[in-house]
């Protein structure tokens, strides 16, 4: 059973580019969250998506933007990038029940960008 | 605006005596919270959670308390282990978005703490 997996693992953009990642969640998980992590900083929440649509929104300028599939899977993109999106980019999934209950993330390896 | 805060940057313990990680929020709003793991070029890996219902949630060698009035948890290892050196991260979660709606853990993360424990 795979778990979740993201790609690229490293990127390496120049400032004023856009670049995408992706992210495909565990098996039987339907949600997908996205986080950014800073160097010595703990993930910061960018968004969550669900059925296809962005659910929450961290605060994230506009120049982040994502997607889900129909397969759960889903993509991060950032446009206009800036040296300070340098970071490790997390995406994390979560099944849910019928109550609605909140689970425990499964987090991807990441996928490390760096911005030149 | 840090609404989790973990105010120690790392720890240092020997082989088999007692980790404690601690960790303060702010955000009464906040009604589940988790511990995560996070091994260098892995992404985080869920340890143990609680909800707000609760003060105490063991498994094994972790055991979480949460103290609801002080707006703090923390983490207790026991007996430490060298394979538990790593970072831990603290997050904590409404349990349901203020607009109502579904809430499937935005997850707010405190800053972690390294956990170095030696044989």
């Known amino acids: 059973d795979a778990g979740v997996t993201q790609s690229p693992t490293h990127l390496i953009k120049t400032r004023g580019q856009q670049v995408t990642l992706r992210c495909s969640p565990k098996s039987g998980h339907d949600t997908v969250s996205w986080y950014q992590q800073a160097l010595g900083q703990g993930p910061q929440f960018i968004f969550q998506?669900?059925?296809?649509?962005?659910?929450q929104r961290g605060n994230f300028p506009d120049r982040f933007s994502g997607h889900q599939f129909p397969n759960y899977s889903s993509e991060l993109n950032v446009n206009a990038l800036l040296l300070g999106d340098s970071a490790l980019y997390l995406c994390?999934?979560?099944?849910?029940?019928?109550?609605?209950?909140?689970?425990?993330?499964?987090f991807g390896p990441g996928t490390r960008l760096t911005v030149t | 605006d840090q609404q989790v805060k973990q105010n120690s940057p790392s720890l240092s313990v020997q082989e088999g005596r007692i980790s404690i990680l601690n960790c303060d929020y702010t955000?009464?709003?906040?009604?589940?919270f988790l511990w995560y793991k996070k091994y260098p070029a892995e992404g985080p890996t869920f340890l143990i959670s609680i909800s707000s219902i609760k003060d105490k949630n063991e498994d094994g060698r972790f055991t979480v308390f949460l103290n609801k009035s002080a707006k703090h948890l923390s983490l207790h290892i026991v007996p430490s282990q060298p394979g538990d050196s790593a970072v831990y991260f603290c997050?904590?979660?409404?349990?349901?978005?203020?607009?109502?709606?579904?809430?499937?853990?935005?997850?707010?993360f405190g800053q972690g703490t390294i956990l170095t424990v030696h044989p």
């Open positions: 998506y669900y059925e296809e649509e962005e659910r």
């Open positions: 955000n009464s709003m906040f009604d589940y």
């Open positions: 997050a904590a979660s409404p349990y349901r978005a203020p607009t109502g709606g579904t809430s499937y853990g935005k997850l707010t």
């Open positions: 994390a999934s979560s099944p849910r029940d019928l109550h609605f209950i909140s689970y425990e993330q499964y």
